[in-house]
C-alpha cells in the first residue's frame, strides 16, 4: 500500500521561504495533497496537485511534483508567523483511501 | 458553518469503560473516517464508511468498533478502553470517488486521555 513520508521539523525566519517535502511510494495517486494542521484544530486542505502536473502555484504556495522520484513539495514564500502549524502530505494510492504523512511542525520566529 | 462535529473535545476516562466518540457532518456526504493523530505517526486510518450501514477497517481497528445508522451521524467506540488508546481522534467526512482528498472536511478532533 501507499507510504507517505515527511520531515518532522521545521523553523524559519519570518521572512523567508519554507519548503517542506514528501515523498511517497504509490504512483498511482491521482492526486497529492496538503493539508494545515493549526493548534486545536482538524485539518484544512491548503492545496493540491493533479499526478500529470508538475508544479502548480497559488498565491504564496507551490507545489512541485517530481514523479520519477515520487517527491512532492510545497514551498511557502515570505512565511509569516500565521503559517506555523503542522503540515501533513497526502496521497491516495490504488485504494482511493487517503494516507497521511506523519505531518511537519513549521515553526515560523519572527 | 461549521460542517463536521464531534461532540466531545476533551475526555477523560478510566482504563475498561466503554466509551462513544460521536461525529455529525451536515454536507450530505457519503464518506465518513475515524482518525487518531499521534505525534511523529501522523494520521491513522481506523475505519471508514462510505455509506449507511456500512463500515470498512482502516489500518488500526484494533480495540475499536463503529456505527452508521445514519448518513450525518458516524460514532467510534471503545470496547474497554485502554493506556495505549489516549490519543486525538478526528473525524472527517468526505464525498466519494479518487478525488475525495478535495472534499473532505475535518473536525476539530477529540482529546482522549485514558487514565
Known amino acids: 500500500g501507499e507510504d507517505v513520508e515527511q520531515s518532522l521539523f521545521l523553523s524559519v525566519r519570518e521572512g523567508d521561504s519554507s519548503v517542506i517535502n514528501c515523498t511517497y511510494t504509490?504512483?498511482?495517486?491521482?492526486?497529492l495533497y496538503w493539508y494545515k494542521q493549526e493548534p486545536g484544530a482538524g485539518l484544512q486542505l491548503l492545496t493540491y496537485?493533479?499526478?500529470?502536473?508538475d508544479m502548480k502555484q497559488d498565491q504564496r504556495l507551490t507545489v512541485l511534483l517530481n514523479k520519477k522520484d515520487k517527491h512532492l513539495s510545497l514551498r511557502i514564500a515570505d512565511t509569516q508567523t500565521g503559517d506555523s502549524a503542522i503540515y501533513f502530505c497526502?496521497?491516495?494510492?490504488?485504494?482511493?483511501?487517503?494516507?497521511f504523512g506523519q505531518g511537519t511542525t513549521l515553526q515560523v520566529k519572527p | 458553518d461549521v460542517k463536521v462535529t464531534q461532540s466531545s473535545r476533551y475526555l477523560v476516562k478510566r482504563t475498561g469503560e466503554k466509551v462513544f466518540l460521536e461525529c455529525v457532518q451536515d454536507?450530505?456526504?457519503?464518506?465518513m473516517f475515524w482518525y487518531r493523530q499521534d505525534p511523529g505517526l501522523g494520521l491513522r486510518l481506523i475505519y471508514f464508511?462510505?455509506?449507511?450501514?456500512?463500515?470498512e477497517k482502516g489500518d488500526i481497528p484494533e480495540g475499536y468498533s463503529v456505527s452508521r445508522e445514519k448518513k450525518e451521524r458516524f460514532s467510534l467506540i471503545l470496547e474497554s478502553a485502554s493506556t495505549n488508546q489516549t490519543s486525538m481522534y478526528l473525524c472527517?467526512?468526505?464525498?466519494?470517488?479518487?478525488?475525495?482528498?478535495?472534499?473532505?472536511?475535518f473536525g476539530e478532533g477529540s482529546w482522549l486521555t485514558v487514565v
Open positions: 472527517a467526512s468526505s464525498l466519494p470517488g479518487r478525488s475525495s482528498g478535495n472534499t473532505i472536511y
Open positions: 504509490d504512483s498511482s495517486s491521482t492526486y
Open positions: 496537485i493533479f499526478s500529470n502536473m
Open positions: 497526502a496521497g491516495t494510492g490504488n485504494t482511493g483511501k487517503l494516507i
Open positions: 454536507m450530505d456526504h457519503e464518506n
Open positions: 464508511s462510505y455509506d449507511v450501514k456500512m463500515k
